[in-house]
C-alpha cells in the first residue's frame, strides 16, 4: 500500500509510514523519560474552556474599558474584550458600547458560543452600538466589544441598562 499526498509527490509505503511513527512515538518516550529523570516535566496545558474567562461586568453595570493588541484577536485585523453577565428570563437589557477612538461593535452571546444580537452602528448617525433584547433563557451571557474591521482598538464605555415596563 502506498500513500500519496495527491500531488504526486511525498509517496511513502505504508509499512514506511508505520515505521516512522512507531520512531516518533519512541522519541517522545525518550524525551519524557529523560525530563522524568531530570526532575523536570512539560508544562501541563488547561482545556481551552479553563483558559477563556471573560470578566464579569461590574454590579454597577457599567464599565470604561480599553481594547488593546493583548485582547482577543477577531480574525478581521481588529481586537475584542469580553464581559460576563447573568440574565434572567424575561429580562429586557440595553447594551449600549460607545468610543470617541474607534468605531465599536457590541455583540450579544449565548454561553453555548452562539452569537444572538449583534450591531455596529446603532443608526443615529453614530458609530456608537446599541441592543435592545429580552431574555428568553435565564443563564449566563457574553457581551462582546470589538472594534469595527481592522482597527486597533482604543478607550470605550460599556453600559447595561436593565429595562422595567411601565
Given at each position: 500500500?502506498?500513500i500519496?499526498?495527491?500531488?504526486?509527490?511525498g509517496?511513502?509505503?505504508?509499512?514506511?509510514m508505520?515505521?516512522?511513527?512507531?520512531r516518533?512515538?519512541?522519541?517522545e518516550?525518550?524525551l519524557?523519560?529523560?525530563l522524568?529523570?531530570?526532575g523536570?516535566?512539560l508544562?501541563?496545558?488547561?482545556a481551552p474552556s479553563?483558559?477563556?474567562?471573560?470578566?464579569?461586568?461590574?454590579?454597577?453595570?457599567s464599565i470604561?474599558?480599553?481594547?488593546?493588541?493583548?485582547?482577543i484577536?477577531?480574525?478581521?485585523?481588529?481586537f475584542?474584550?469580553?464581559?460576563?453577565?447573568s440574565?434572567?428570563?424575561?429580562d429586557?437589557?440595553e447594551?449600549?458600547?460607545?468610543?470617541d477612538e474607534f468605531?465599536?461593535?457590541?455583540?450579544?452571546?449565548?454561553?453555548?458560543?452562539?452569537?444572538?444580537?449583534?450591531?455596529d452602528d446603532?443608526?443615529?448617525?453614530?458609530?456608537?452600538?446599541?441592543i435592545?433584547?429580552?431574555?428568553?433563557?435565564?443563564?449566563e451571557y457574553?457581551?462582546?466589544?470589538?472594534?469595527?474591521?481592522?482597527?486597533t482598538?482604543?478607550?470605550f464605555?460599556?453600559?447595561?441598562?436593565r429595562?422595567r415596563?411601565?
Open positions: 500500500m502506498t500519496d499526498s495527491g500531488k504526486g509527490s509517496k511513502m509505503a505504508w509499512n514506511q508505520t515505521r516512522w511513527i512507531k516518533a512515538a519512541q522519541v518516550a525518550g519524557l523519560a529523560g522524568a529523570i531530570a523536570l516535566s508544562p501541563v496545558i488547561a479553563d483558559m477563556y474567562k471573560p470578566q464579569p461586568l461590574p454590579a454597577s453595570n470604561s474599558g480599553e481594547i488593546t493588541v493583548n485582547d484577536p477577531t480574525g478581521s485585523g481588529g475584542a474584550r469580553d464581559y460576563r453577565i440574565a434572567k428570563t424575561g429586557r437589557l447594551i449600549e458600547l460607545t468610543s468605531d465599536t461593535v457590541v455583540l450579544l452571546i449565548a454561553n453555548d458560543g452562539t452569537t444572538l444580537l449583534e450591531n446603532r443608526g443615529d448617525g453614530s458609530t456608537h452600538s446599541r435592545f433584547t429580552s431574555i428568553e433563557q435565564e443563564g457574553t457581551i462582546r466589544v470589538q472594534a469595527f474591521g481592522n482597527s482598538g482604543g478607550k464605555d460599556l453600559k447595561v441598562t429595562l415596563a411601565l
